[in-house]
């Protein structure tokens, strides 16, 4: 089992940044990719970005520029830096882990219970 919990949501004004954090604890955070999801309401949950055990990084295409995912293997931790925030980026943020990196929600077991950003106009 590997748990999750993420922090750092909060309300931010259009242009700003942001930084979440992810901390994993029960098993070796080394072995799992990690990755970023995020739902607005009445959406359905969408890919962020990943990054993979090797260190490799995806982004989906509404965050290329902006966001930076990394990871601390030291510290069990990933995060996620948020630049240039828009309005559309308002959802609820979660991280996921697995051993593989997939940009597909369905493929992971391991989820936390997510963190609310909201981006004010």
């Known amino acids: 089992q590997v748990q999750l919990v993420e922090s750092g949501g909060g309300l931010v004004q259009a242009g700003g940044s942001l930084r979440l954090s992810c901390v994993a604890s029960?098993?070796?955070?080394?072995?799992?990719?990690m990755a970023w999801f995020r739902q607005a309401p009445g959406k359905e949950r969408e890919f962020v970005a990943g990054?993979?055990?090797?260190?490799?990084?995806t982004y989906a295409d509404s965050v290329k520029g902006r966001f930076a995912i990394s990871r601390d293997n030291a510290k069990n931790t990933v995060y996620l830096q948020m630049n240039s925030l828009k309005p559309k980026d308002t959802a609820v943020y979660s991280c996921?882990?697995?051993?593989?990196?997939?940009?597909?929600?369905?493929?992971?077991?391991?989820w936390g219970q997510g963190t609310q950003l909201t981006v004010s106009s």
């Open positions: 996921a882990a697995e051993g593989v990196l997939y940009t597909i929600a369905r493929r992971y077991d391991y």
């Open positions: 990054i993979s055990r090797s260190g490799f990084t």
């Open positions: 029960g098993r070796t955070f080394s072995d799992y990719g």
